[in-house]
């Protein structure tokens, strides 16, 4: 503060604590009470910015003749930002900015006299007053406002911080005023950083208190953090628990990937591999008719609304389309024991058989787990027979085979 703002105050103060007395004619506005003329202008009491200031006007006027609803007005000029002149001559508020600022104040006496008034007591006069005003307002200490005005979703199970910001650098001390932050989240008194890891779910509402260590300066902010349950992919059929699921080739595929937790819309991609040809990844669904046997690696990745990822890494093993490999039977012999078993190739385990069509020879039968003849036949003959294939998937293959069966060998006549 400058030498000259000091002797200014100085003058102010000793104006106002001694109580000048004031010459001015009835119907005036004092000149002491509370602000001392000094020079040609109403010098009023310093103010300070961030610090509540009311001081209250008085005029001269005589009691006898003026009933006291006389009004005050501020005009060509301009008060202290952030301060208001009510009617009644109070003067009040926050100053909000630093510098000296003038105004003309004006008494507005009411259109009012006593008609018979006291001896000596005129009260013919109902003059309006005005003085030239100044009021000197000094930078007081910067005003603390904290931050943020919003919170980031947070992710139960996933580490969570936000860091609280204030206006000015003094050393702070930071608390929870009100309410309750998201379970394993706390907040740092010295920093205001709060952190951890969410654990439960839900919209958590709070009050956030700042303290500047070395005065009464204080600010609060109201806030709310919501945590959302993780994001996470769930395979349905045809996939296991090991990701895995089985097709065909020409065999129609379909297979959906259910996303749940995060929030929001969720987007589908493919981050990895490649699906096998002819199906195709949308809106989490796999479908499409395979044409290439093989097997597929991929990662199909969802992301929600706010950010969150998670991965399905899986695979997809597409097998040729089913058929009956097995070209010829061999002979069985009537009398001895005969076992032959089907092969196929393609297709997806497990397998079941049937005979589809002709009869099997007397002494055989035919196991349908395994697809394998068995038995010892009891006549000759030759035997078509269609037999049928059955995959896991529905797929059928046939195929009709001759099994001939011989006579047993003549013995031999000894001479």
């Not at 947070?154 to 000015?168: C, D, E, F, R, V």
């Not at 890494?313 to 089907?342: E, H």
């Not at 397998?351 to 010892?376: E, N």
Request: proline fraction near 9%; charge should be neutral; aromatic fraction near 6%.
């Amino acid at each position: 503060m400058g030498l000259k703002r000091l002797l200014l105050l100085a003058v102010l103060t000793a104006a106002v604590s001694l109580g000048v007395v004031s010459d001015a004619s009835a119907g005036s506005i004092a000149d002491f009470d509370p602000c001392p003329k000094i020079g040609t202008d109403l010098v009023c009491p310093v103010g300070t910015t961030g610090t509540s200031y009311s001081i209250r006007f008085h005029g001269d006027e005589d009691p006898i003749c003026s009933p006291g609803d006389d009004k005050w007005y501020a005009t060509n000029g301009s008060v202290p930002p952030g301060l208001t002149l009510a009617e009644n001559g109070v003067l009040s508020g926050t100053p909000t900015q630093e510098g000296t600022y003038a105004f003309w104040l004006e008494l507005r006496l009411p259109d009012y006299f006593n008609p018979e008034p006291p001896p000596g007591h005129g009260c013919s006069s109902r003059d309006n007053s005005e003085e030239h005003v100044s009021i000197t307002i000094l930078p007081g200490l910067a005003r603390l406002t904290i931050g943020p005005e919003s919170t980031t979703p947070g992710t139960m199970g996933k580490p969570y911080s936000l860091q609280m910001t204030a206006t000015i650098a003094d050393p702070k001390t930071w608390s929870i005023n009100s309410g309750t932050l998201p379970p394993g989240l706390a907040i740092d008194a010295s920093t205001g950083l709060i952190s951890g890891t969410p654990t439960a779910a839900g919209q958590f509402d709070f009050q956030v208190l700042a303290k500047v260590n070395g005065d009464a300066r204080t600010d609060t902010k109201v806030l709310a953090i919501v945590v959302r349950d993780p994001l996470s992919i769930l395979g349905g059929e045809p996939f296991t628990q090991a990701r895995r699921a089985s097709g065909e080739v020409s065999v129609p595929f379909e297979a959906l990937l259910a996303a749940t937790g995060g929030n929001g819309t969720y987007v589908w991609s493919l981050t990895s591999g490649a699906l096998p040809p002819g199906l195709t990844l949308a809106d989490g669904a796999i479908d499409g008719t395979p044409t290439t046997a093989g097997a597929y690696l991929f990662t199909a990745t969802v992301t929600d609304s706010e950010g969150r990822v998670a991965n399905y890494p899986a695979r997809i093993i597409i097998a040729a389309k089913l058929s009956i490999s097995t070209l010829l039977l061999r002979p069985a012999k009537v009398g001895f024991y005969y076992q032959a078993k089907l092969a196929t190739a393609g297709g997806v385990l497990p397998r079941t058989w049937r005979v589809l069509r002709g009869p099997l020879p007397r002494g055989i039968r035919f196991d349908r787990s395994v697809g394998a003849l068995y038995g010892i036949p009891r006549r000759p003959g030759r035997f078509r027979v269609t037999f049928e294939a059955t995959d896991a998937l529905g797929v059928k293959a046939k195929k009709s085979l001759l099994l001939v069966v011989t006579a047993p060998p003549v013995p031999s006549k000894s001479g």
